[in-house]
């Protein structure tokens, strides 16, 4: 459940693997595209599951990836700077800005 409209979506690709990055609100969401690993549903079944995610003291307004690192904006509180750690699925603050203009 995203708190606030999508206002960014990117793609990140680490280890082979693609994942999806969504920025909505003040909560960045890492999802990846997949089979469901329930028995009772059906085979082949597709979807959209969330494996990592990120709680900005900002509203997410753009974000650019190089490599695994991520760069979120926002037009008031400035940068953060995140890793995308694949070993443990975790997105993890490096940096930010501490004097938003």
Request: hydrophobic share 40%; aromatic share 8%; glycine share 6%.
């Amino acid at each position: 459940v995203l708190l606030g409209p999508v206002t960014s979506l990117s793609r990140i690709t680490c280890d082979n693997k693609h994942r999806l990055v969504v920025g909505a609100g003040a909560e960045v969401t890492v999802e990846q595209w997949g089979s469901v690993s329930n028995g009772a549903t059906e085979s082949g079944l597709q979807r959209l599951t969330q494996v990592g995610f990120f709680h900005a003291n900002m509203q997410v307004q753009d974000l650019l990836i190089f490599k695994n690192f991520l760069l979120l904006c926002d037009a008031y509180d400035s940068l953060h700077f995140l890793v995308w750690r694949e070993s443990d699925k975790s997105l993890t603050l490096l940096a930010k800005d501490y004097d938003p203009t």
